[in-house]
């Protein structure tokens, strides 16, 4: 897969993610009142608009990858965390013992390779 191709299929990937977002704020301010529930909507909507911004700066990028993978790594991330927390809301029950917290720890991950990422870009020189 090209880097352009890896790009645009994050960048549509995060748009799912930030609609979600929208969704499920919609739902925690007229459904259903949990303050899990807004976590959730502004964590994917947040990490939506982060997974755009990492993926159009690895165009520009002497490390691509590493953006890339930080968008993508995000994208599962948040959907983990947030699809957990929105399920135990919702349904009842959760996706997968564990599911919110490995989300979360990923998340921190995913914003680590994009730190690393950035401060690599800038000791080559860009």
């Keep these: 897969m090209t880097v352009g191709t890896w790009a645009l299929w994050n960048v549509g990937l995060a748009g799912l993610v930030g609609a979600a977002g929208v969704v499920l704020a919609a739902t925690a301010a007229h459904r259903v009142a949990d303050p899990s529930l807004t976590t959730a909507a502004l964590f994917l909507i947040l990490h939506g608009g982060a997974a755009i911004a990492l993926s159009a700066l690895a165009g520009g990028s002497p490390v691509p990858a590493g953006f890339l993978a930080s968008a993508s790594l995000m994208l599962l991330a948040?959907?983990?965390?947030s699809g957990d927390v929105a399920a135990r809301v919702l349904i009842g029950d959760r996706l997968f013992p564990f599911a919110a917290p490995v989300g979360g720890s990923?998340?921190?991950?995913?914003?680590l390779v994009a730190a690393i990422t950035g401060v690599v870009g800038a000791l080559r020189g860009v």
């Design 106 to 111: 990923l998340l921190i991950v995913a914003w």
């Design 78 to 81: 948040v959907a983990l965390f």
